[in-house]
């Protein structure tokens, strides 16, 4: 146990034979169970995970593959049925560190969250070994998941090093979250919608011989989708149905006005072709709801910002 709270280590695994064993042995006595997850491996993933001899494990295959968030989301419900208090999502790679795992847990112990992430882009140098690519690629797709989750004090929202205390896992509407790679976006936006604390936690990468399956090429246009759909999503559920606060008056308002000033600047030059010249009055038509329209989209997401920021405890 961990400060009175009772520890389960998620662990999914795909064709992770060569280090599944490795994982297991190095979880720290702090964690009370370890699920692992075999993802319908045509390997011997879920063999070595039971030879690995350690009492606190259970293995669970699945007969179909169904992706990282799917085997995460499986684990969960296996963690909570042996009474877990907490879950820790560890990869079956190795590249999560255990001696960083109290980080990840004290602010849950603290009350001071429900979500925990560890993030790899906490100073200078903290992420050296990653390839440049994935590091643009993770800056990118962490601006656009702070927009679309409302989570903007979170970064590298790829980390799936993560802790969830279980008053959070048994609000998750289980059935409707992603289950691929867009799994982690879409689990921060869900989250936000159910007003869970979360807080980074600094974390160093670290990078062995493990291969990752993640194409950010191929998987980038869905986690975009899922992205623009979450955001949506969580504006309608967050600040219409849920409370219409002023962050949905504002930024609907704003894209009100700004549909309006578009279409009257598009009839105001369709008419001034030419000779004809826009007279003072009609451009004060077009620009006057765009500029306003633009600030009141300003103020919805500062509004956005504050409410993701400071989190009251949640016990």
Not at 53 to 82: F, M
Not at 215 to 235: D, E, H, K
């Amino acid at each position: 146990m961990f400060r009175e709270l009772k520890v389960a280590a998620v662990v999914p695994a795909f064709k992770e034979q060569e280090h599944i064993a490795d994982v297991i042995r190095t979880m720290p006595p702090l964690v009370d169970h370890v699920v692992v997850v075999d993802d319908a491996s045509p390997d011997a993933t879920a063999q070595r995970a039971r030879d690995a001899a350690d009492d606190r494990t259970h293995v669970i295959t699945l007969p179909q593959n169904q992706g990282v968030g799917g085997a995460i989301l499986a684990g969960h419900r296996r963690a909570l049925e042996l009474g877990a208090d907490v879950c820790v999502v560890m990869a079956g790679d190795g590249q999560m560190d255990p001696d960083y795992l109290p980080a990840l847990l004290d602010p849950i112990a603290d009350g001071r969250a429900q979500f925990t992430k560890a993030n790899r882009f906490y100073g200078r140098g903290s992420f050296s070994g990653m390839p440049r690519a994935r590091v643009f690629g993770n800056i990118a797709l962490s601006f656009l998941t702070k927009a679309s989750s409302g989570y903007w004090n979170l970064f590298d929202p790829q980390n799936g090093y993560t802790a969830i205390h279980r008053d959070a896992l048994e609000r998750i509407p289980w059935d409707q979250i992603a289950r691929r790679y867009d799994f982690e976006n879409d689990l921060l936006i869900n989250l936000n919608i159910l007003r869970v604390p979360a807080v980074d936690v600094p974390v160093p990468a670290r990078y062995g011989t493990e291969v990752s399956g993640m194409n950010l090429a191929s998987v980038g246009p869905r986690i975009a989708l899922r992205l623009v759909r979450g955001f949506w999503t969580r504006m309608w559920w967050k600040y219409v149905l849920q409370s219409f606060s002023a962050v949905a008056l504002l930024f609907f308002s704003g894209l009100a006005l700004l549909l309006l000033g578009g279409l009257v600047g598009i009839w105001i030059i369709s008419q001034t072709l030419g000779p004809p010249t826009a007279s003072p009055g009609t451009v004060i038509l077009c620009v006057a709801p765009l500029l306003s329209g633009l600030q009141l989209l300003l103020f919805s997401m500062l509004l956005d910002i504050q409410e993701a920021s400071p989190w009251s405890p949640h016990r």
